[in-house]
């Protein structure tokens, strides 16, 4: 039986109608088995989250060379394989209190908008297809989160956007 046929007859007709106002309207969050592909870290209690896709490795922290008249949130400079990347704790950028890098601690090297730096974290703890559904945050709420925070998951993480995070104008003006 065609198409043609099927249309014609109107009980075939109608059932057509319904399956496909029924398909419309289903909620398509449930059919992304897998969801965005999310790395996990840790700053100091706290978990965040960023798409996978733009970390491109983790490496022991090792040293970095301070640089001067930089944002807080500016460590210096570390040296991956000959390639001179700016180091970043981004506790200072969200509020917190710095912490002195520690040998523990891991660099997650990030790449975004053309920019590649290298993230102080405390560990990283998983990469892996998660669904997503994010909220927003009480600073969001209140006007006063900044623009590379995407939300919080139900986990509790606060996921982070790496081109806004590299692209904050606070990263690139001098103290």
Not at 50 to 79: C, K, Y
Not at 100 to 120: D, F, N
Request: hydrophobic content about 45%.
């Amino acid at each position: 039986m065609d198409l043609t046929t099927l249309l014609a007859d109107p009980n075939a007709r109608t059932i057509l109608h319904e399956r496909a106002r029924a398909l419309a309207g289903r909620d398509r969050s449930a059919d992304v088995a897998t969801g965005e592909l999310t790395l996990r870290f840790t700053l100091g209690d706290e978990q965040y989250a960023l798409p996978a896709t733009a970390a491109r490795e983790v490496l022991r922290f090792e040293t970095v060379a301070p640089l001067p008249a930089v944002h807080p949130a500016i460590l210096g400079l570390v040296n991956v394989r000959g390639r001179l990347l700016a180091c970043l704790d981004l506790r200072p950028l969200l509020g917190l209190p710095a912490t002195k890098p520690h040998p523990a601690m891991r660099l997650l090297i990030v790449s975004a908008a053309g920019i590649e730096a290298a993230l102080l974290v405390e560990q990283v703890l998983s990469i892996q297809p998660e669904p997503i559904t994010l909220h927003l945050t009480p600073a969001a709420v209140a006007g006063h989160s900044a623009s590379w925070v995407r939300g919080v998951d139900d986990r509790l993480a606060l996921h982070l956007d790496p081109e806004g995070l590299l692209c904050d104008p606070r990263l690139t003006a001098t103290e």
